[in-house]
C-alpha cells in the first residue's frame, strides 16, 4: 500500500464528510491527466428512445441487447450503464453458457432490467410439465434470478403444436402463477405464420421474428396487427446476414452498416426495439449511437450498397420457397442460417452444435445426385444446391 | 435496541468515511505505478526481460515474436507455408505464394502496434515511453486505465484493468485512404498464467460495422530456439511448379473431403494457368505421384467458378481443376464421388502432381 499518500488520505477524508457524491466528482478531476487537459469530454453515451413493450407495461430501449455470442459478462454491465434495459438471451445460447453470462453480468441491476429467455421443443417428442418447470428453473439458476420478465418458446415455425400442448400451457401458467414468468412469447423464423396465430391466442405477450432490409417487408401488416392488439413486438437478425465484414465501403464517415440496418429497422414504428448481437465493447458503443437516429441518405447509400453485394448470396431464411420444392425434405433455410452463423456470426462452434442436433433426414445428404429444384423454386437466384453442399461440408467438420 | 441501531449506523457511517479513501487512493496511483503494475501482473519486469522468444498458433498460422519488436507470421499446413509475414519497427512484408509486396498505411501501423504488444506479452512495456494517461474509464462496474499513443495517423487506445492492471481492450481509431472511419476494437480475456507469464488466450477483434471474431491462440511456447536470420528470411514453401503449354508441374498444398469428393489444394497460380495456355472445358490427365495408382484421366478444366457446370450434371468419378470454391490464391482439383474409405497414395502435402492436356 505505498502508493497511500498522506494528500491522498486528506483528499479521501474530506471526501468521506462530503459523501460518495462529492468523492465522485473529486475522483472525475482527479482522473484528468496532463494529457487531457484542454480536452472535452464526450458526452456520455445513452440511449436515446424508449418505447412500451405492447401492453405489458414495460418500457424497452428503441435498441436491446441480443447475447447469442458473448465472451465478456461486463459487456452487459456496460450497455446497461449506456442505458439498454432489455437483454436477449436463450438456453441453448453459447453452449448452454448463455444465460449463466447474462446472470454474472447483470445480477447486481437485475431489477432495473428486463431479461427474456427463450426455451425450444422437439413436438415430435411428448412435452411433460414437470419437466418444463425443471429448465426453466434451471435458466432462474444461471439467470441468478428469481423471475424471467418474458419467457419465449424458441424457434417455432407454427404455434398450433404448443398451444396443443397441454402440458407446455399448463407449465407456463404454473410459471407464472408462481411468479416465475410474467410474460410469454415466442421467437420465429416463420412469422409469416405465427404472427397470425399469435392474433388468435393470449399466449403471445411478445413476439420475436426476423426483420431486415432485406426481408420482412411482407409482414409488415402482420406486425402492425400484433402491435394494434397488444403484443410487444421485437425484431431480429437485423443486420440480413451479417456478410459486411467481408464487403468494402461499409462504413462512411456518418455510419456504419450496422448502424444503418438498426436504425432502418428503428423507422418502423410497429416495432419495439430490436436485438442486435453484442459481443464487445465497441458494440455497444457502436449500436447504442444508433438510437434514436432517423434513416438519411448515408445509411440507405448504404444498405444499397450491402443489397447489391449479397443479393443473390444471402438466403432470407423466412422466405421459404425452395422448402415445398424440395423432394428430400431439406431444411435448405436452417441449413443455411447455421452456415451463415459459421462464416458471419463468428459462432463456428455453436453453428457445428446446432447442426449436430439436426434431424439427419432435414440435412443435405442426398443433395449431391439431385437435380436441384430448390435452385429453380429460389426467387433471389441462389445457387443453393452448392450452398447446401459448401454448409454440409463447414458444419460438419 | 436503540444502541444497537447507533452502533450499526455509526459502522456504516464509518464505511462509508473509509471508502472513498480507498478509491480515491486506487484513481491517485500515478500512471508510472500503473504500468508497473501491469507488468507485476504479467509476472514482473524481471520476468518478462527472461522471455527471449514466444510463438502461439491462430487458426493456420503460427506467430513468431521476440522482445526486440520482430514478428513473423507464417501461414499453411506443415511443412508447407504459403504465406510469412515479417513485421519489423521500419516495414512490414508479406510473401504470399512469391509474391512478395510492401504492406503500408493503416494494416502497417496495426501489425506493427500489435508486434510491439506481442513482444511485450500482452504488456504496454514495449509502449511505455511513448504513452499518454487519460484517466480511469468506466465500463459498467468495470474501471479501466486508459493509456493513448499513437501509431502513424492511427490513434491507439489500451485499457487497463483497475483491478488486476491486465490489458482489458485496444482500439485503433482513424480514417482509411478514402477518408471513411476505421476502427478496431480488441477486447482480451480470459489471461491464464503460462510459465510465470500471465498472457490472454483469446480476444475479439471487431471492425466497425462488422459482426467480429474470436480469436483463440494454442499451442503457445516460450524460448523456442531461433535461427539468426529467422526473422531475415521471407522464403514461403509451395513446391516448384513447371509450366509450358499443355502441361503443369507441381505439388499438393493441402487436401480436404468435402461430402462430395475430394479437394486437393495445388500450387498453380493463375499466372501457371495463362503459361499453360488451359482454357474452360480443356480435357486433362492428372498424375500423382507418378504411379499408375495415380492417373486420373476425364478431369475437366473451369476457368471462373461461374463456368462450373451444377454438381448433378458431373458425373462420379469426374474431376475438374478450377478456382478454390471460396477464394485463395491457387487452383484446386475437385474429385467427385470417390470411395473415401481409401485415401489416394498419392495424398500428401507436397507429393508432385501433374496434368497434360489431352
Redesign the interface.
Known amino acids: 500500500?505505498s502508493?497511500?499518500?498522506r494528500r491522498?488520505?486528506i483528499?479521501?477524508?474530506t471526501?468521506?464528510?462530503f459523501?460518495?457524491g462529492v468523492?465522485k466528482k473529486?475522483?472525475a478531476r482527479?482522473?484528468?491527466?496532463p494529457?487531457?487537459e484542454g480536452q472535452k469530454e464526450a458526452a456520455p453515451l445513452k440511449i436515446q428512445k424508449y418505447k412500451d413493450l405492447g401492453k405489458t407495461g414495460l418500457k424497452v430501449p428503441d435498441v436491446s441487447f441480443g447475447a447469442i455470442?458473448l465472451?465478456?459478462p461486463?459487456?452487459?454491465?456496460?450497455?446497461?450503464?449506456c442505458g439498454v434495459t432489455y437483454f436477449d438471451t436463450a438456453e441453448s445460447y453459447l453452449r448452454m453458457k448463455g444465460e449463466t453470462y447474462v446472470g454474472q453480468?447483470l445480477k447486481?441491476v437485475r431489477d432495473k432490467l428486463i431479461i427474456t429467455t427463450k426455451h425450444g421443443q422437439n413436438f415430435r417428442q411428448k412435452i411433460e410439465k414437470a419437466a418444463f418447470i425443471q429448465r426453466v428453473e434451471a435458466s432462474l439458476k444461471r439467470l441468478q434470478t428469481d423471475h424471467i420478465d418474458i419467457a419465449m418458446i424458441h424457434n417455432i415455425d407454427d404455434l398450433t403444436p404448443a398451444l396443443n400442448s397441454e402440458e407446455l400451457m399448463s407449465a407456463y401458467d404454473q410459471l407464472k402463477k408462481d411468479g416465475k414468468i410474467r410474460f410469454t412469447g415466442f421467437s420465429s423464423h416463420n412469422a409469416k405464420v405465427t404472427l397470425k396465430q399469435a392474433l388468435d391466442t393470449d399466449f403471445a405477450q411478445v413476439v420475436l421474428v426476423m426483420y431486415n432490409h432485406m426481408e420482412g417487408r411482407e409482414i409488415e401488416p402482420l406486425v402492425k396487427a400484433v402491435r394494434q392488439k397488444g403484443i410487444g413486438t421485437v425484431a431480429m437478425k437485423i443486420?440480413a446476414g451479417?456478410m459486411?465484414?467481408n464487403l468494402k465501403?461499409?462504413?462512411?464517415?456518418q455510419t456504419?452498416?450496422?448502424?444503418a440496418a438498426i436504425r432502418w429497422v428503428l423507422s418502423n414504428p410497429d416495432f419495439d426495439t430490436c436485438i442486435p448481437?453484442m459481443?464487445?465493447?465497441?458494440?455497444v458503443e457502436?449500436y447504442v449511437a444508433a438510437s434514436g437516429q432517423p434513416l438519411d441518405r448515408a445509411a440507405l447509400g448504404l444498405l444499397a450498397g450491402y443489397r447489391r453485394e449479397v443479393d443473390n448470396v444471402y438466403c432470407r431464411t423466412s422466405c421459404r420457397e425452395c422448402l415445398s420444392a424440395c423432394p428430400n425434405n431439406v431444411a435448405v433455410n436452417d441449413v443455411l442460417r447455421y452456415a451463415m452463423y459459421f462464416e458471419?456470426?463468428?459462432m463456428e462452434k455453436e453453428a457445428i452444435g446446432y447442426y449436430q442436433e439436426m434431424e439427419a433426414e432435414r440435412k443435405p445428404?442426398g443433395c449431391?445426385?439431385?437435380?436441384?429444384p430448390c435452385?429453380r423454386a429460389c426467387p433471389h437466384g441462389l445457387r443453393v444446391?452448392?450452398k447446401l453442399?459448401?454448409s454440409?461440408?463447414i458444419l460438419?467438420a | 435496541m436503540r444502541i444497537k441501531s447507533c452502533r450499526g449506523l455509526g459502522g456504516i457511517a464509518f464505511f462509508l468515511f473509509i471508502l472513498p479513501y480507498f478509491v480515491s487512493a486506487q484513481v491517485n496511483l500515478s500512471p508510472k505505478d500503473i504500468l508497473e503494475k501491469n507488468l507485476q501482473a504479467a509476472g514482473g519486469r524481471e520476468k518478462l526481460l527472461q522471455i527471449r522468444s514466444f510463438s502461439f498458433k491462430s487458426g493456420p498460422s503460427r506467430y513468431f515474436v521476440v522482445p526486440s519488436g520482430e514478428l513473423k507470421m507464417m501461414t499453411g499446413k506443415e511443412p508447407v507455408i504459403t504465406e510469412v509475414t515479417l513485421v519489423k519497427s521500419d516495414k512490414v512484408e508479406r510473401n504470399s505464394f512469391n509474391k512478395i509486396t510492401e504492406i503500408a498505411g493503416i494494416q502497417k501501423s496495426v501489425q506493427q502496434t500489435m508486434a510491439k504488444l506481442y513482444a511485450g506479452f500482452f504488456t504496454l512495456i514495449k509502449f511505455e515511453k511513448e504513452l499518454g494517461y487519460q484517466g480511469l474509464k468506466a465500463f459498467g462496474p468495470e474501471k479501466l486505465h486508459h493509456f493513448t499513443t499513437q501509431a502513424d495517423s492511427l490513434k491507439v487506445s489500451l485499457f487497463l484493468s483497475a483491478d488486476d492492471f491486465c490489458l482489458k481492450r485496444l482500439v485503433f481509431q482513424g480514417t482509411n485512404l478514402e477518408g471513411d472511419k476505421y476502427e478496431i476494437n480488441y477486447d482480451f480475456a480470459p489471461f491464464e498464467e503460462m510459465e510465470g507469464s500471465k498472457i490472454p488466450l483469446s480476444w475479439f477483434v471487431s471492425q466497425v460495422g462488422t459482426r467480429g471474431n474470436l480469436i483463440e491462440i494454442s499451442d503457445i511456447k516460450f524460448n523456442q530456439p531461433l535461427a539468426p536470420d529467422f526473422f531475415l528470411k521471407l522464403e514461403v514453401n509451395i513446391g516448384t511448379v513447371e509450366a509450358a503449354p499443355g502441361h503443369l508441374k507441381g505439388n499438393i498444398l493441402d487436401s480436404n473431403s468435402p461430402p462430395n469428393g475430394l479437394l486437393v489444394v495445388t500450387n498453380w497460380t493463375k499466372a501457371d494457368i495463362d503459361k499453360a495456355e488451359l482454357k474452360s472445358g480443356d480435357e486433362l490427365t492428372f498424375t500423382g505421384e507418378s504411379t499408375t495408382a495415380g492417373v486420373i484421366t476425364g478431369l475437366v478444366f473451369y476457368n471462373t467458378a461461374k463456368e462450373i457446370p451444377p454438381q448433378n450434371q458431373l458425373s462420379k468419378g469426374a474431376g475438374i481443376l478450377a478456382p478454390a470454391p471460396r477464394g485463395g490464391e491457387t487452383y484446386v482439383i475437385q474429385l467427385f464421388g470417390l470411395d473415401k474409405s481409401v485415401e489416394p497414395a498419392w495424398l500428401k502435402v507436397l507429393a508432385p502432381i501433374e496434368i497434360r492436356k489431352k
Open positions: 500500500m502508493f497511500i499518500k491522498n488520505f483528499t479521501a477524508l471526501s468521506g464528510l459523501g460518495l468523492s473529486m475522483n482527479l482522473s484528468s491527466s494529457a487531457l455470442s465472451f465478456e461486463n459487456v452487459l454491465r456496460y450497455a446497461y450503464e453480468g447486481e443486420f451479417g459486411q465484414g465501403s461499409m462504413v462512411n464517415r456504419s452498416y450496422s448502424q448481437t459481443s464487445s465493447y465497441s458494440h457502436e458471419h456470426y463468428g445428404l449431391e445426385s439431385c437435380a436441384a435452385e444446391k452448392s453442399l459448401h454440409h461440408e460438419s
